[in-house]
């Protein structure tokens, strides 16, 4: 038996579930009635309901449901099982670049443990030793200016992208303590001074937020109930970063908060800026790519439009070398011996001065200054692409 198309149009599809009892359709694609079911759901493709295919063996009439006609046609095609839809180039580009970054990290992290325990190993013992516990100076400009929000009627301090409630500043300003001294030997810093907030080191910044999520709770007032949403003092930490495959939300919950999840937020962070780095690099290589390809096509159209004025500078000098011709062979067949009308004779005397300056101005000379000065066969070549032609502009993202 053949196998079974796994990219059907929706009237495909459609007219199998109504020929074929569902149970059977599944087992021919591999699938449970279940699945097949919700596929054909998430397509609004309609499936026969319960007790049809009995009514319909004891010849009772049965009704069909009709077949929605949908007016985008790329939602026209369903994929069932066995499908694998390739990635976006830039998602791809991620995943690759996050496996490179999480490598790097992972091996720098070894590094650095190895030469921790070398140092504890040959440090002398100390007793009493206080964990640092001071402001971080790049945190100390923010803290002050989070604490002078007023916050609104709901209490909640908003700042750039810090938003949480007034009783959860010093908490929020104490995590991003710890994270900023966390993230010191690794020669990252906090960034607050812009219109964002960011930890960023030499090479790429990797933005994050801050909330407080707010939980939906049953209040009455007045003998009737209703739905509130308030603050329960937590805390929710997110990087706005462009790994992909890995984590980027960390929110308190009953049994652990972020602050516990210090070293994953370090960790996942350190490789948000490796990826963010990769594709800073290749934005920069696109650009320039993109920037020379505009010149490219720049000097294209300059080469078409000098095209045109060479095209239009030889074509008047055709017409004007015609015009001398014509002009020679008319002044020439006037007798000169007759006495001629008053009208004729200044029309005589007229052509010989348009002849004369059309002649004055077809010399080699004057033609010659003229090709100087319009730049129409420059030596060397302005103009010159040594890539040739450039590819037509497709559509307007194709630069």
């Known amino acids: 038996m053949d196998a079974p198309k796994r990219t059907l149009t929706r009237k495909e599809l459609y007219d199998l579930v109504w020929s074929t009892p569902i149970l059977k359709l599944a087992e021919q694609f591999g699938l449970s009635d279940r ?15 319960r007790g049809y295919w009995a009514r319909l063996e004891a010849g009772q009439k049965v009704t069909k449901t009709p077949l929605r006609k949908m007016y985008t046609p790329e939602l026209e095609t369903v994929h069932i099982g066995g499908f694998r839809q390739e990635a976006s180039p830039y998602v791809a580009f991620a995943i690759e670049v996050t496996k490179a970054a999480k490598r790097a990290v992972a091996e720098a992290t070894q590094r650095s443990e190895a030469t921790q325990s070398k ?86 910044a990797v933005d994050f937020e801050i909330t407080s999520p707010k939980k939906r709770v049953v209040k009455e007032r ?52 490796l990826v ?20 490219r096509r720049d000097l294209a159209e300059k080469r078409r439009l000098r095209e045109e004025h060479r095209h239009e500078f030889l074509t008047s000098l055709a017409r004007a070398r015609r015009e001398v011709d014509e002009l020679k ?26 002849l ?30 040594p890539e040739g032609e450039p590819p037509p502009k497709r559509n307007y993202w194709d630069d």
Not at 361 to 381: G, K
């Open 329 to 354: 062979l008319t002044i020439s067949a006037i007798p000169t011996n007759e006495r001629l009308p008053l009208e004729y004779d200044r029309m005589l005397v007229w052509a010989k001065e348009r």
């Open 356 to 385: 004369a300056a059309l002649e004055a101005r077809t010399t080699i000379e004057c033609l010659q200054e003229a090709l100087v000065e319009q730049n129409l066969f420059p030596e060397p070549d302005d103009l010159f692409d």
């Open 119 to 204: 140092a504890v190993e040959t440090a002398p013992e100390t007793k009493g030793v206080t964990a640092k516990t001071k402001l971080h100076p790049s945190l100390r400009e923010f803290a002050a200016e989070i604490r002078s929000v007023v916050p609104d009627r709901d209490g909640t301090v908003q700042l750039r992208w810090v938003k949480v409630h007034r009783n959860s500043i010093p908490r929020a300003i104490a995590f991003l303590n710890t994270l900023a001294i966390a993230f010191e030997p690794y020669g990252i810093s906090f960034c607050g001074s812009g219109s964002r907030v960011q930890f960023a080191d030499s090479s790429a």
């Open 35 to 49: 699945g097949l079911a919700k596929i054909c759901e998430r397509n609004q493709v309609p499936v026969p309901g």
């Open 222 to 273: 007045g003998g009737w109930k209703f739905h509130k949403n308030v603050y329960v003092g937590r805390l929710a930490f997110q990087i706005y970063g462009n790994a992909e495959g890995i984590r980027k939300n960390w929110v308190d919950s009953d049994g652990k908060t972020i602050e516990d999840c210090i070293d994953s937020i370090v960790e996942n962070y350190r490789v948000n800026l």
């Open 276 to 295: 963010q780095k990769e594709h800073d690099d290749k934005n920069r290589g696109e650009a320039k790519r993109r920037e020379y390809l505009a010149h």
